[in-house]
């Protein structure tokens, strides 16, 4: 199992950035695809961002243009930086590792803590 700590939550006024990390406890060798998803109250946990070790990316709609996932394996480190932030962002952000494909992340991959992103209007 791959152990992940999030980090880089907070509060943050609509318009401004975050940057999320997501430290994981293995190499990115035995990882395919890494990623972020989030839970606000009352509704689904739902994907955000995701990487897979071939450099390939998957966006939510509601972030494309605004979010940027990254991957720096010497560190052991993925981030998702959040720019333009709104307040429909707000929600729990976690982190998520799986050896498999970014389709079944939710399912079956290994899940971090959480971080929690507020975003005031």
């Known amino acids: 199992q791959v152990q992940l700590v999030e980090s880089g939550g907070g509060l943050v006024q609509a318009g401004g950035s975050l940057r999320l990390s997501c430290a994981h406890s293995?190499?990115?060798?035995?990882?395919?695809?890494i990623g972020w998803f989030r839970q606000a109250p009352g509704k689904q946990r739902e994907l955000v961002a995701a990487?897979?070790?071939?450099?390939?990316?998957n966006y939510a709609d509601s972030v494309k243009g605004r979010f940027t996932i990254s991957r720096d394996s010497a560190k052991n480190t993925v981030y998702l930086q959040m720019n333009s932030l709104k307040p429909e962002d707000t929600a729990v952000y976690y982190c998520?590792?799986?050896?498999?494909?970014?389709?079944?992340?939710?399912?079956?991959?290994?899940w971090g803590q959480g971080t929690q992103v507020t975003v005031s209007s």
């Open positions: 293995r190499s990115t060798f035995s990882i395919n695809a």
């Open positions: 998520n590792a799986h050896r498999g494909p970014i389709a079944t992340m939710i399912a079956f991959g290994s």
């Open positions: 990487i897979t070790s071939g450099g390939n990316t």
